[in-house]
């Protein structure tokens, strides 16, 4: 007995050691790193309403689709294929409250989808009507992110400019919820490989 309960300690130790343990001494410390000519912090920490953007990413299953990690150079094509100026890596990812690397891309990577695609209108726009602003895209629309009301007034600035045949009937617009707002804010803060890294030089595609 003594012997089975030293080796089912031994077993949770070295499994806490490898999964906690060395995790946090290699990268559990890691700080921001400070750009020399415009003191910004690197990466960028997201804004309140981008950490609840985040919570309505995962609920609404972007996760199954998308992936949020840059593979290098010699891994694959996704910096032939623009997604970021280099290869993510675990300093990126440091404000994450949780890091939604994904399993799956139907979609495109989205690590730099912020600056690739900075318009909050596009964002809004592609997640009424994917197929519009992305032709041949296979995304289900998320319109119930956004509602239709009578216009009162003057139209709201961030009324969603539609087009058919979404577009609504003359004295209506679409609006976006409070979730679709914070969805957009967190997608346009997704700006990993936009910056330097020391650990992560941009890497240029052999043409």
């Known amino acids: 007995m003594p012997l089975l309960l030293t080796g089912i300690f031994l077993t949770f130790l070295t499994s806490w050691i490898g999964l906690v343990a060395m995790p946090y001494l290699q990268i559990g410390r890691y700080k921001p790193e400070i750009d020399e000519v415009t003191k910004e912090s690197l990466p960028p920490a997201f804004s309140g309403e981008a950490d609840q953007g985040a919570v309505v990413y995962a609920s609404n299953g972007c996760i199954y689709c998308h992936s949020q990690q840059v593979r290098p150079l010699e891994a694959g094509s996704d910096l032939e294929r623009g997604w970021g100026a280099r290869r993510t890596v675990a300093r990126d990812y440091m404000y994450d409250k949780v890091a939604y690397f994904g399993t799956m891309r139907t979609g495109p990577d989205l690590s730099n989808i912020g ?44 009324a969603v400019k539609l087009l058919p045949p979404d577009q ?27 910056y330097p890294l020391p650990e992560a030089p941009e890497e240029t595609p052999a043409k």
Request: positive net charge.
């Open 115 to 158: 600056a690739r695609q900075p318009s909050l209108e596009w964002h809004y726009q592609h997640l009424y009507q994917p197929q519009v602003v992305s032709p041949g895209s296979i995304m289900p629309p998320y319109r119930f992110l956004f509602v239709k009301r009578r216009i009162v007034g003057q139209p709201a600035n961030d």
């Open 168 to 194: 609504p009937e003359p004295g209506y617009e679409v609006v976006p919820t409070a979730e679709a707002r914070s969805l957009v804010q967190y997608l346009t803060s997704l700006k990993r490989s936009s």
